[in-house]
């Protein structure tokens, strides 16, 4: 798994965003730090409720400067279908091939259901300069993320108070 204080991982993916686009992780730093967040698959009850508390986070993450992105295994499609159901308004990022999760090392395995390779709900900042700032990483996918906790890791990355 990929520590705070190490050099993100660059990738390119196809991305949800109403459309079907492309995403380049070294591109998207030029305007800034940005928040991957990791999710096991749309649709299901606590992956949505992640979702739909980071885009309840939204305007935190922007007021910090920080552009948030969901990444799960999911087709761009089935992505895209799942951000009109829920109302959500940053894009998501579709690792199909579960490249991204194994580089990052955040994939994981439901053995007592057999669904192998799903993301660990995980939490990440990357600065504008491609270093890893905060790293969160749940071992029970039953518990969200402290999206406080990540704002302010955003913050403190453009040296902001967050209140």
């Not at 992105?69 to 999911?74: C, E, K, L, T």
Request: hydrophobic share 35%; proline share 4%.
């Amino acid at each position: 798994m990929v520590n705070t204080g190490e050099d993100a991982l660059y990738f390119t993916a196809p991305i949800a965003t109403g459309d079907i686009e492309s995403v380049t992780l070294s591109e998207e730093l030029d305007s800034g730090p940005i928040a991957p967040v990791f999710f096991s698959g749309a649709f299901t009850s606590i992956c949505t409720d992640e979702m739909c508390g980071s885009q309840d986070q939204l305007a935190s993450f922007e007021d910090v400067g920080a552009t948030l992105y969901g990444i799960s295994r999911d087709t761009p499609f089935a992505l895209n279908e799942f951000r009109s159901q829920n109302d959500l308004e940053f894009g998501l990022v579709s690792d199909l091939n579960q490249e991204i999760l194994d580089d990052h090392g955040v994939s994981n395995d439901f053995t007592d259901t057999e669904v192998n390779g799903v993301a660990k709900r995980s939490v990440f900042i990357v600065d504008g300069d491609g270093r890893i700032t905060y790293k969160w990483s749940g071992d029970n996918p039953g518990v969200e993320p402290d999206y406080d906790a990540a704002v302010r890791a955003g913050a403190a990355v453009e040296n902001r108070i967050v209140f």
